[in-house]
């Protein structure tokens, strides 16, 4: 993951403007009531006060803070439409799908995109642009329960599903078909909550679509697909109704980007499974091949900010497998993988530059030991600073929180650790400062830096005089 460059007590700030919604409100009015016409359509609302008001759910499914500021699928998509509009973005964060439709539907957002479901249900409340992805939708169990083969065979097992989503939908669909179906519709939650519940074993069983799957998994690797219903869920843009310019040009729109949409996907859903004790065998031949026109540079740069090398070199292996070349799908680049905004910030003029990407690695990795409270000792304060190097230090002061409030030691890696994946869970995030994180990636992230040195400690004793 790339280095972040959100200040140490605050959520990173969106690339995007965030604009009063009252005030460029008021600028519309003025200008509808100068002209004496109708409220113009939507696009003309956008040219008119240049922004694209975007409703969305602060949610791993939508959009949050990461270590570079914001980001999620939804929040890409919107983007890259206002781009293509030529105005900013600017979001508002809501607590319910619900409260997304109604800001459409008032007139208060031009779009909501929120990763909705299309159901029978909100249909009535707003328009919906064609989807832009189709996920299958899976019963779940855990894996040390029987598994149920079919929703018949289910009998007093208890199934709970979120009260007016596209799961709930597809049941009543179902349950016309399948005499005495029974199952619980939930307000005040949401699917990973009810997936949470499951993996507790507060309930037996719930619905999840593919994505939402694909998010547990991290942190909750018990659960299991019992089998696929046949109905699946549709994600589309809530839009208001009676604006067919609107419609036709975001359906314009996802219908040009339905190529980037695998992509996409896989960034967001896919678990990160990059690390495995057999790659420590990998990391021992390229520790012979690749290491040795990086060595110089990282002892330079260790040297100079008073690290253990074999720690910077640990990350670089993580992050590119020490490849200067190294490019991702989302632009970040080089040996420690910057994002270009990064790289700006610390004064790097050339990511692919091995030299300027380690010292750039470095100095942030500096940055966030020395944010650490100087209380914490070694080697805690090194993994902590690790963890906010991947995930932002305002994510780690979070699961710090979080830690403490349970009766743990927030100035313990193990404990803080073990805290860091329920930043992605509603019940938690939703009452944190920053919001929604993908805490098990940095806990992976530390574990496999920390494999990564344990290997290079065997092959390379020694580390850099000066290192702290």
């Keep these: 993951m790339a280095v972040p460059t959100s200040t140490p007590d605050l959520p990173p700030k969106p690339a995007a403007r965030p604009l009063p919604w009252p005030a460029v409100g008021a600028v519309l009015t003025l200008a509808v009531l100068g002209t004496c016409s109708a409220r113009p359509g939507v696009l003309e609302q956008v040219r008119l006060q240049g922004v694209l008001k975007v409703a ?12 570079q500021g914001p980001e999620g699928p939804e929040f890409e998509l919107a983007t890259r439409f206002a781009r293509e509009l030529g105005v900013p973005v600017s979001f508002v964060t809501l607590m319910t799908p619900g409260e997304v439709l109604e800001e459409v539907e008032t007139g208060r957002a031009h779009i909501g995109a929120a990763g ?114 046949p109905e699946a869920s549709e994600l589309a843009w809530a839009l208001p109704h009676g604006d067919p310019a ?54 330079h740069t260790a040297r100079e900010f008073g690290e253990d090398w074999r720690v910077l070199a640990a990350i670089g292996y993580q992050e590119s497998r020490w490849n200067p070349l190294a490019v991702s799908p989302t632009g970040v680049r080089g040996v420690m993988m910057l994002t270009a905004e990064t790289a700006e910030a610390l004064g790097i003029d050339d990511r692919a530059d091995p030299a300027q990407s380690i010292r750039g690695g470095a100095s942030y990795l500096h940055q966030m030991r020395e944010t650490i409270p100087a209380r914490v000792p070694e080697p805690d304060r090194t993994w902590l600073a690790l963890a906010a190097y991947n995930i932002g230090y305002g994510h780690l002061e979070d699961a710090r929180v979080l830690a403490q409030s349970h009766g743990k030691d927030p100035d313990s890696w193990q404990d803080v650790r073990e805290f860091l994946p329920l930043l992605a869970q509603e019940r938690f995030y939703l ?8 805490g098990w990636e940095a806990a992976r992230f530390v574990d496999n830096v920390r494999s990564y040195l344990d290997v290079l400690e065997w092959v390379s004793p020694e580390p850099s005089p000066g290192a702290g």
């Design 431 to 438: 009452n944190l400062r920053r919001g929604y994180a993908r």
């Design 56 to 67: 969305t759910r602060n949610s791993p499914t939508a959009y949050y803070f990461g270590a």
């Design 116 to 229: 909705l479901s299309v159901t029978p249900a909100w249909q009535g409340q707003v328009n919906f642009s064609r989807p832009y992805q189709r996920v299958r939708l899976h019963l779940i169990h855990r894996r040390d329960r029987p598994r149920p083969e079919r929703l018949e065979a289910l009998g007093s097992r208890t199934l709970e599903v979120v009260a007016g989503s596209s799961h709930e939908a597809a049941l009543a669909a179902l349950a016309r078909g399948v005499p005495g179906l029974r199952y619980s519709s939930v307000l005040g939650v949401d699917t990973l909550d009810l997936l949470d519940r499951v993996w507790n074993g507060d309930i037996d069983t719930t619905i999840a679509d593919r994505n939402e799957f694909s998010l547990t998994r991290n942190f909750h690797p018990e659960l299991r697909i019992a089998f696929n219903l």
């Design 246 to 299: 609107l419609a036709a040009r975001v359906d314009a729109y996802l219908s040009s980007i339905e190529a980037d949409m695998p992509a996409l996907v896989q960034r967001y859903y896919a678990p990160d499974d990059r690390f495995d004790y057999a790659g420590a065998r990998q990391l021992v031949r390229d520790v012979e091949d690749r290491l040795p026109a990086l060595r110089p540079h990282f002892e």
